[in-house]
T-cell receptor, first 113, second 114 residues
Framework: AQTVTQSQPEMSVQEAETVTLSCTYD???????LFWYKQPPSRQMILVIR????KQQNATENRFSVNFQKAAKSFSLKISDSQLGDTAMYFC??????????WGAGTKLIIKP | NAGVTQTPKFQVLKTGQSMTLQCAQD?????MYWYRQDPGMGLRLIYY???????DKGEVPNGYNVSRLNKREFSLRLESAAPSQTSVYFC?????????????FGSGTRLTVV
């Protein structure tokens, strides 16, 4: 069975620091898609960044970037210059060939002023 | 641009009651999904509709039914609610197969079954 594991239930950093959230996954597929979603207290699920497995270049979106290690099945999210508005639950997700998004349990990120 | 709209936002049901959660998207997306989110867990797929006219079971379909009314609308029905269905429900849509451009989510429905 395909799984996504986020090993850090909660993290906290000071504003302006850099933080890295970990995600590992297990699959036998060779082509797939990976996502990081942010869920603030408003409950809205917001796409942060996506990565296509066949692309070796790591995706970046402004202050957000990923470190995608396909062989190690690792997909970590780095947030640079963290801001108070980054406080949220962060979910790693994997899209398999059967339309299903397989989700990790989430990491609660707290940015302290 | 509303994106994905879910109604209602909150609902309390008694065990055995029925209800329908409504979802509509205005992005002309082909695929639509229903997920549930329980504490300490990621989202789990209940049903999905890859395109208008088709629906398929996801990971946790028992106790639910769906209808893809048209390209815009995808409803989720609980025929006889049970306390185990207490959860937050999310509707989502995507432009293409497997959400290659990402999935857009509604703001969720918090359902409590007593």
């Amino acid at each position: 069975a395909q799984t996504v594991t986020q090993s850090q239930p909660e993290m906290s950093v000071q504003e302006a620091e850099t933080v890295t959230l970990s995600c590992t996954y297990d699959t036998s597929e060779s082509n797939y898609y990976l996502f990081w979603y942010k869920q603030p207290p408003s409950r809205q699920m917001i796409l942060v960044i996506r990565q296509e497995a066949y692309k070796q270049q790591n995706a970046t979106e402004n202050r957000f970037s990923v470190n995608f290690q396909k062989a190690a099945k690792s997909f970590s999210l780095k947030i640079s210059d963290s801001q108070l508005g980054d406080t949220a639950m962060y979910f790693c997700a994997f899209a398999d060939s059967n339309y299903q998004l397989i989700w990790g349990a989430g990491t609660k990120l707290i940015i302290k002023p | 641009n509303a994106g994905v709209t879910q109604t209602p936002k909150f609902q309390v049901l008694k065990t055995g009651q029925s209800m329908t959660l409504q979802c509509a998207q205005d992005m002309n997306h082909n695929s639509m999904y229903w997920y549930r989110q329980d504490p300490g867990m990621g989202l789990r797929l209940i049903y999905y509709s890859a395109s208008e006219g088709t629906t398929d079971k996801g990971e946790v379909p028992n106790g639910y039914n769906v209808s893809r009314l048209n390209k815009r609308e995808f409803s989720l029905r609980l025929e006889s609610a049970a306390p185990s269905q207490t959860s937050v429900y999310f509707c989502a849509s995507s432009e293409a197969y497997r959400g290659v451009h990402g999935y857009t989510f509604g703001s969720g429905t918090r359902l409590t079954v007593v």
